[in-house]
């Protein structure tokens, strides 16, 4: 979705389209949040809506980028994007597939469940492996695919490159090309509208390890040893919003407003499957959320006891 939309002066505009984690990681928090998110549209910027929520249940052959730990059925996570109208994406960006690995039940039996799922909205895969983006669009076709962010892609030709593949909807750049503005103030139109940016980075800006961290996801997917530790500064510490907040590549809702929007950008995705529901809350309000009703909308969530997410 271009997000594309006229004003009365016949002047463009753009609506930011969120693509939010935790699909089958925290579906009991989507449960919570998406009925608030409907029925009280006041709460919430008019600016933004969701373009997708996406995910993979923890034990997945095809999965990479993050462990996953999800364990909600398909079934469930369906039926609630349904409900709501929200296109749900699988990630399966595992970098190390082999043809051996194409076979597996669970993966194909969830491409399938999300492909029948079109006829409500249309659902997606994000893919690294070449090898299996040929298998999905064989077999598949109903999915639409996004370019991973973990093909690490830093140099600004070959993202653009990977902006004209016809293959994909979406290109997800490595967060250090997020404020490469002039080159990305050149794209065509047709280029920014697949464009999805990474907003909350928190791994360091000067990372050389970054799809090294990747690859070792990837293998732990398969069964494997992780082989790989992070040396980079602060590794030890974990996620932190503030500290993401500092991160060069960073884009906050201003950023969003003022500088994406205007140039014609549209999508934006929020990372956090591996953190806990209360963060990725955290990040619902600062990117959604008005300021005055932040404390209404949390309360709602943390308040409600028939609710175990925290």
């Known amino acids: 979705m271009s997000g594309r939309s006229m004003t009365e002066n016949n002047k463009t505009e753009y609506k930011a389209h969120y693509h939010l984690p935790g699909l089958f990681e925290f579906y009991e928090l989507y449960k919570a949040f998406l009925p608030l998110y409907c029925e009280h549209r006041e709460y919430f910027y008019d600016w933004c809506d969701i373009g997708s929520v996406y995910g993979a249940p923890g034990d997945c052959l095809w999965g990479g980028g993050r462990v996953g730990y999800g364990d909600s059925s398909a079934r469930d996570v369906l039926e609630l994007m349904r409900e709501y109208g929200i296109s749900a994406r699988l990630t399966f960006s595992n970098s190390l597939l082999g043809p051996e ?18 006829a409500y909205v249309q659902n997606g895969v994000i893919v690294h492996s070449e090898l299996l983006l040929d298998y999905l669009q064989e077999n598949y076709p ?27 909807r979406y290109v997800v750049p490595d967060f250090r090309l997020n404020k490469a503005f002039d080159r990305l103030g050149a794209l065509s139109q047709k280029q920014k509208d697949k464009v999805e940016f990474l907003c909350n980075e928190c791994c360091w800006f000067s990372c050389q390890d970054r799809k090294a961290c990747y690859e070792d996801v990837s293998r732990m997917a398969l069964g494997e040893k992780s082989i790989h530790r992070c040396t980079s500064p602060n590794a030890a510490g974990g996620y932190r919003f503030s500290k993401a907040m500092e991160n060069p590549g960073f884009i906050g809702i201003d950023d969003i407003k003022n500088i994406y929007l205007p140039l014609g950008f549209s999508n934006f995705k929020i990372e956090g499957r591996s953190l806990g529901s209360a963060i990725v809350l955290e990040f619902l309000l600062y990117y959604m959320t008005k300021p005055e009703y932040q404390l209404r909308v949390r309360e709602e969530i943390y308040l409600d006891n028939t609710l175990d997410l925290f």
Do not use: P, W
Request: glycine share 4%.
């Open 101 to 118: 690995h194409l076979a597996d039940k669970q993966c194909n039996d969830l491409c399938r469940a999300f492909e029948e799922g079109k």
């Open 142 to 168: 109903g999915l639409y695919m996004v370019s991973s962010t973990t093909k690490v892609i830093t140099d600004f030709d070959l993202f653009s490159a990977e902006l004209d593949r016809d293959e994909f």
